[in-house]
Each structure stands twice: as structure tokens, then as C-alpha cells.
Nanobody
Framework: QAQLVESGGGLVQPGGSLTLSCAVS????????IGWFRQAPGKEREGVSC????????YYADSVKGRFTISKDNAKNTVYLQMNNLNPEDTAVYYC?????????????WGQGTQVTVSS
């Protein structure tokens, strides 16, 4: 069974940075697009960023463009989300998920999530 395990969440002050990791097992990021999603209390889940399996361009939600950067290490089968200039609106549980090849396909596999809290 495929596994995605998020790590790197925590409490950070406004303006601070965090890097989330999504360690993928069984599946290969060479063949699966990995997306990051988040869900804040009382809000619907939203897509934050996605990196396709190929060298195509990554996707960013407008709310995080210029602040978040997605990347992957194929050798480690791990995807990262570098988050800079965080603000309280970024507080949420962050999930990574896998879709075959393209960010536009159905996300079949999901991690358990990691909490990110931005507060002074």
C-alpha cells in the first residue's frame, strides 16, 4: 500500500518560514504528481501547490505564489514545500497527495497531514 508521510509542521511566527516534507513510499515521484493541500478549521480543503511527475511547470494557488516553493528529490522520493513569509491565514493542516502523472488527475493516495500554525 502506498504511503505518504508529511513532516515539518509546527508553530511559527508571522513572517517566518517552514519547510514541509512528503516522504513517499511504494509509489515513485518519477511517475506520480504530488500535490500539497491544506484545510483550516471550518474551511474547505484547498489546493496549495503541485509538482508533476515530468519537468512540466509546477502549480501554485494565487494565495501562496511568490511565498511557497515546491520541489522534489527523486533519489529520496520526497517532495518539499518551502513556505516563506507565513501569515496567520496559512494556519491549517497540510496534506500531500499523489496523482498519476498529472496534477489534474484524481489524487488517489493521501498522507495523514501535518499541522502548521502561524501565530505570535
Amino acid at each position: 500500500q502506498a504511503q505518504l508521510v508529511e513532516s515539518g509542521g509546527g508553530l511559527v511566527q508571522p513572517g517566518g518560514s517552514l519547510t514541509l516534507s512528503c516522504a513517499v513510499s511504494v509509489l515513485s515521484v518519477d511517475y506520480y504528481a504530488i500535490g500539497w493541500f491544506r484545510q483550516a478549521p471550518g474551511k474547505e480543503r484547498e489546493g496549495v501547490s503541485c509538482i508533476p511527475s515530468s519537468d512540466s511547470s509546477s502549480y501554485y494557488a494565487d494565495s501562496v505564489k511568490g511565498r511557497f516553493t515546491i520541489s522534489k528529490d527523486n533519489a529520496k522520493n520526497t517532495v518539499y514545500l518551502q513556505m516563506n513569509n507565513l501569515n496567520p491565514e496559512d494556519t491549517a493542516v497540510y496534506y500531500c497527495a499523489a496523482a498519476f502523472r498529472s496534477c489534474r488527475r484524481e489524487y488517489e493516495y493521501w498522507g495523514q497531514g501535518t499541522q502548521v500554525t502561524v501565530s505570535s
